[in-house]
């Protein structure tokens, strides 16, 4: 019961990572805010988190819009009675539409940039007075280790935005460490998830795994369990801190 009496909000929660955290984190004593643009599969999560043995509440919305995600903090908050825990979970990943600067429209640009990097700046700045109010807390941001190197396939929009979260993450650790809220940001691999699987073929994984030195992708549950350790006291005295998860691939 590593998150005994905390509740965490968790954006995205309906799918891959995001719902493996849910359940993980319920199984482990947490109340969660499930928030997921997708009815059903937040819905799903829910009950998942539920059948873990933890509490659950469902709060459809968009991450992009200020007005869902204070919605979603103040029901949550006000349904569990705190709010100790922040997953900025939620992202999009549009290689088909987010490609080099040189062949990507402006709309594109703006929306990516909404969604992974002005969501997270939403669920923080409403956020935050609840975990001041708490006495402390849990902010976790979700970068990539697209963020941290160049890659010849090019999704300038999606790695700007995550690079700007390692800015944020910093500022948050200094900003409001001396209230007891840390700020960390965990940079995932490959994951196989429903976010990479219309790029993904079994041939193209078996490629991608031979490049990455424990020769397999991620699992949700692998980004899954570090946020567990940064949502639970086990962290601390960790703040502003980059977590790459991703097989040993960044290190080569
Ligand atoms: N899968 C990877 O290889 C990988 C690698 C690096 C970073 N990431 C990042 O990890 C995070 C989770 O990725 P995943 O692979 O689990 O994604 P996923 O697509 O499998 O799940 C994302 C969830 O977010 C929800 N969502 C999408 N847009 C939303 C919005 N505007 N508002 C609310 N909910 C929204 C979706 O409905 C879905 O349930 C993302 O921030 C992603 O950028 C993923």
Redesign the pocket.
């Known amino acids: 019961m590593r998150l005994k009496d905390k509740v965490a909000i968790i ?9 493996e955290a849910a359940v993980l984190f319920a199984g482990e004593g947490a109340k969660v805010i499930v ?4 009815a059903e ?2 819905q799903e999560t829910a009950a998942l988190a539920e059948q873990a043995g933890g509490e659950a509440l469902f709060v459809q ?4 819009s200020e007005a ?1 995600v204070k919605r979603a903090i103040d029901e949550g908050a006000a349904r569990f009675g705190a709010l100790h825990v922040l997953y900025a ?5 549009w290689k088909d539409r987010d490609k080099s600067v040189v062949e990507t429209t402006e709309e594109n640009w703006d929306i990516v940039q909404a ?2 990097l002005k ?1 997270p700046f939403f669920l923080t700045k409403h956020g935050i007075p609840h975990l001041q109010k708490a006495g402390g807390g849990s902010v976790i941001l ?5 963020a941290l190197a160049g890659f010849s396939l090019a999704q300038d929009s ?1 790695t700007c935005a ?1 690079a700007g979260l390692i800015g944020l993450a910093k500022s948050l650790a200094v900003q409001f460490g001396p209230d007891g809220i840390r700020c960390n940001i965990i ?11 219309p790029y993904l073929d079994e041939a193209k994984k078996k490629a991608i795994a031979a490049e990455i030195p424990m020769r397999r992708l ?1 699992l ?1 549950r692998d ?1 899954a369990n570090a946020a567990l350790f940064l949502a639970s006291d086990e962290s601390s005295w960790m703040n502003g801190a980059e977590m790459v998860v991703d097989g040993g691939f960044y290190a080569m």
């Open positions: 954006t995205g929660a309906g799918m891959g990572m995001g719902r928030f997921d643009i997708n599969a937040g919305g968009d991450a992009s869902d979970n939620a992202g999009v990943l969604i992974n969501g979700v970068g990539s280790i697209s999606y995550k940079h995932p691999g490959m994951v196989d998830t429903p976010l990479q699987a991620g949700p980004i």
